[in-house]
């Protein structure tokens, strides 16, 4: 693999868990907002925020907000297994589903928490791509890119879906996911944490 571009929400920061808290803060909810994360993949799927008249337009803004992004944490750990795997296979940059309104926010942030940055591209999601087609604009990317870019880092659980239908032939792997509905040793890799990713790059060179 000659080189490795990373995913960013809720693989280098748990930006789901933030939305949890700032839409339970501002919609409220009758539940903790802990129990409403360990129930819920997304905040999407609250039953009681659907059907809240403000959750569409406050969930867009917070999509689109640079403060929330840029006060989001990394995941603990998350700059050392990059930096780690960065000394075997090279980083080819981040390849994120956020607005491109926010490509300045997110170099900003990930310059300040120690990722490599200074010498790589942030790809963000271009204007004219729906939010609910991101999977697929990130798959269409990464097999124009390959091999030259050799594979992914990213949570989602749909991006693997996206990749097989187009055939690639590149490494996903599937951050934060001890299995995977088509997971195989060769190429869509369930990965725990980031840490599991040079463990598997060592295990099969
Ligand atoms: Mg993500």
Known sequence: MRSLIYDIDNTLTPTTKH???????LLKHPKPVEELIANHELVEHV???????Q????FQKLLYCGVTHAQLPPIEGSQAAVWNT???TPTAGYLTAR???LTEVTEIWLRTHGFPIEWLPAYHRPADVDAKDANAWKADFL??????IGGIADDSRGLPRELKKRGYRGKVFIVGSAEHPLQDEEHYIPCPTLDHILDHIKRSA
Do not use: A, I, M, N
Request: glycine share 4%; aromatic share 16%.
């Open 86 to 88: 960065h000394s075997r």
């Open 47 to 53: 039953p009681e925020w659907q059907s809240h008249p």
């Open 143 to 148: 097999v124009e890119r390959f091999p030259e």
């Open 99 to 101: 607005p491109h309104t």
């Open 55 to 58: 959750f569409g337009e406050e």
């Open 19 to 25: 939305y949890f808290r700032e839409l339970h803060r």
